[in-house]
T-cell receptor
């Protein structure tokens, strides 16, 4: 079955620096890769997603890249701010089943 | 409603008792997911419903766990003979089937087994 690995599990950066979180997936049939942000005590919320027919997508300070050959995708946050501190989850979904499998999460701390 | 709604928000139950957790997805969403999140951990897939298709139960941890989705809308996750290791936040999410679309999460039910 589908498996998604995510690293690092924790990441601490200085405000203004960039943060990169990486995920790998096992099933080459996966074609949709969302990223969710979960603040303490709140529900996960989508911040950006990418489809398998696209290699990169940007939304202001956030970008996601996808390498289908290597089966990995990454989240890039530039000019980090303290409010970016949260747990970030990557996920992968196959078109055939719509089953959404999440990585184990990355706890990002942005130090002011 | 405007979003995914779960009830109750919190549930404390005694070990060995059965519990039912409810999820009201966004109207029109045909896909519904249940996940379990233990303290400080990731999102563990439990079960997935898609329209009238047979649910994908591959993530249910034991036969004490079951879920139903009536009329293609409301879903109930039932845990029988609860154990302390069942304590976690149970999250429900829904999405449309059409293409690559966002899964919207409910606020979760925090289950504590004492």
């Amino acid at each position: 079955g589908e498996n998604v690995e995510q690293h690092p599990s924790t990441l601490s950066v200085q405000e203004g620096d960039s943060a990169v979180i990486k995920c790998t997936y096992s099933d080459s049939a996966s074609n949709y890769f969302p990223w969710y942000k979960q603040e303490l005590g709140k529900r996960p919320q989508l911040i950006i997603d990418i489809r398998s027919n696209v290699g990169e997508k940007k939304d202001q300070r956030i970008a996601v890249t996808l390498n289908k050959t290597a089966k990995h995708f990454s989240l890039h946050i530039t000019e980090t701010q303290p409010e970016d501190s949260a747990v970030y989850f990557c996920a992968a979904r196959m078109d055939s089943s719509y089953k959404l499998i999440f990585g184990s999460g990355t706890r990002l701390l942005v130090r002011p | 409603g405007a979003g995914v709604s779960q009830s109750p928000s919190n549930k404390v139950t005694e070990k060995g008792k059965d519990v039912e957790l409810r999820c009201d997805p966004i109207s029109g969403h045909t896909a519904l997911y249940w996940y379990r999140q233990s303290l400080g951990q990731g999102l563990e897939f439990l079960i997935y419903f898609q329209g009238n298709s047979a649910p994908d139960k591959s993530g249910l941890p034991s036969d004490r766990f079951s879920a139903e989705r009536t009329g293609g809308s409301v879903s109930t996750l039932t845990i029988q003979r609860t154990q302390q290791e069942d304590s976690a936040v149970y999250l429900c999410a829904s999405s449309t089937k059409l293409g690559w679309t966002e899964a919207f999460f409910g606020q979760g039910t925090r289950l504590t087994v004492v």
